[in-house]
């Protein structure tokens, strides 16, 4: 389901972002807005991200894509294509996770870890990418990774291996753009002031928060700031890097 009426034939950029309904996601969505984009707010919920669009309703529309199914992920990129047009810009938000302890997970919780946060932007990359390419104006792809997949972390072990195959699939998906001038770049968030992050045990909150060096968590608009950067005419030359937005808290590793 889209609500984007009226809003066809536009000639700005259109930025597709996944996970925009809460936290970093919309905050990219609403700066990508204010940067003059057509900004596609897709989320699982899509009363948030109805709500994401609200703020920017002339610039957001608001659309439902479960990232870890191909088939949702397929019909998003049909709905955009056919009502908006060519995407410009992907940015990779969504993500979930539990902290737990390795020999406590089960395989259905690695699964599902996985299927968002790795299979995620493997889907979306998929079924985004052709249009730039065929488009032949080049193109911005830009994934939230983790410091969990730079440096590990206890007890995201699961969610740290599959961040980390974000790194990897960023990389990797670099060599093969750049000869369509498509720049795939990740940010990697520290702990951050997320609703996902304050669903964590209090004891670990405040030892996340002890351990970043500026001594508090990031605000959700300084990773989109970084997405922000990377997904701008200032990034043109810089594809396949990875940049930790962290307080300090992974400046060594």
């Not at 970093?24 to 991200?49: C, H, K």
């Not at 830009?142 to 972390?153: E, K, L, Q």
């Not at 045990?201 to 700031?225: C, N, S, Y």
């Amino acid at each position: 389901m889209a609500e984007a009426s009226g809003k066809t034939g536009t000639s700005e950029t259109i930025a597709v972002v996944s996970g925009a309904g809460s936290g970093i996601g919309r905050a990219v969505a609403l700066g990508l807005a204010r940067a003059r984009s057509l900004v596609v707010a897709a989320d699982i919920d899509l009363d948030a991200a109805r709500e994401t669009a609200a703020e920017r309703p002339s610039m957001i529309a608001a659309y439902h894509v479960d990232v870890s199914d191909a088939m949702s992920v397929e019909a998003l990129r049909d709905k955009v294509t056919s009502e908006l047009g060519v995407a410009r810009i992907l940015v990779n938000c969504a993500g979930w996770e539990r902290t737990e302890h390795f020999l406590n997970t089960t395989a259905a919780f690695a699964e599902k870890v996985v299927a968002i946060n790795y299979l995620g932007p493997v889907h979306m990359c998929r079924a985004f990418l052709g249009g730039m390419v065929e488009g032949g104006s080049g193109g911005k792809v830009v994934n939230i990774a983790s410091d969990a997949g730079r440096v590990g972390t206890s007890g995201e072990t699961v969610y740290a291996g599959a961040k980390g195959g974000v790194i990897a699939l960023t990389k990797s998906l670099a060599h093969e753009m750049a000869r369509y001038r498509i720049n795939v770049n990740a940010v990697c968030p520290g702990p951050t002031d997320t609703a996902l992050f304050r669903a964590q045990a209090p004891g670990l909150q405040e030892a996340l928060i002890r351990a970043v060096p500026f001594g508090r968590l990031a605000r959700p608009q300084e990773i989109a700031d970084a997405v922000l950067f990377f997904a701008s005419d200032a990034a043109s030359f810089i594809t396949g890097q990875v940049l930790s937005v962290s307080g300090g808290l992974t400046m060594v590793g």
